[in-house]
Structure formats: C-alpha cells, structure tokens
C-alpha cells in the first residue's frame, strides 16, 4: 500500500524559510514523477513544483525562485524548499506521486498526471 506522508509544516514569518518532507513507502518512487501542490481556504488545489525521474524540475510561476524541490532517492522521499514566503503561501501542502514510471513529458501543473496523494502539512505565514 503506498503511502505519502508530509511533514515538516508550521507558522512561520513572512520573509522566512520552511522545508517540506514527502516520506513515501510502499513502493520505491526513484523512477516515477513527485510534484507538491497546495489548497488556500476557499480556494481550488493549485499546483507548486515537480520533479520528474530524470530529474528535471517544474514550478508554478508564483514560486519560481523563491522555492525548489528535490528528491533523494535513497531515503524515498521528496522535499520542498521554501525560501522568502509570502501571506499568500499561506495553504495546506499535499505530496503527489505519479504511478507512471519513466515518464519523459513535463509536469504542466494539472493534477491529473498524479495518482498517489499525500494528507497535507499546513504551511501558515504570518504578514
């Protein structure tokens, strides 16, 4: 049975710096896709970053250069730096793992291409 757990959430200042984990088990995940994504109250899951196989990497505009992700594929687990956070960060922060090995197209943001879901770590910041 796989599992996605996420951790590493909190409050923290506007200007500030948090590091998301996404432990997975059950499956080794080296070769598939990971991606975060993130749901503000009232608002629709959005799309943050990926990282694919290869690895190459995908980000939303509105975190480019302020966040990065990384996996470590030893430890089965993906992470999510986020640098200079904004209010508007402020959401709860979901893992994903695509089931599809080797996959070699982008991650355009839709959550479609994800097909293994975390519960969520939330993410506060404070203005």
């Known amino acids: 049975q796989v599992q996605l757990v996420e951790s590493g959430g909190g409050l923290v200042q506007a200007g500030g710096s948090l590091r998301l984990s996404c432990a997975a088990s059950?499956?080794?995940?080296?070769?598939?896709?990971m991606g975060w994504f993130r749901q503000a109250p009232g608002k629709e899951r959005e799309f943050v970053a990926a990282?694919?196989?290869?690895?190459?990497?995908y980000y939303a505009d509105s975190v480019k250069g302020r966040f990065t992700i990384s996996r470590d594929n030893a430890k089965n687990t993906v992470y999510l730096q986020m640098n200079r956070l904004k209010p508007g960060d402020t959401a709860v922060y979901y893992c994903?793992?695509?089931?599809?090995?080797?996959?070699?197209?982008?991650?355009?943001?839709?959550?479609?291409?994800?097909?293994?879901w975390g519960q969520g770590t939330q993410v506060t910041v404070s203005s």
């Open positions: 994903a793992a695509d089931r599809r090995i080797y996959y070699r197209g982008s991650y355009d943001g839709g959550s479609a291409a994800f097909d293994y």
């Open positions: 059950g499956r080794a995940f080296s070769n598939h896709g």
């Open positions: 990282i694919s196989w290869i690895p190459s990497t």
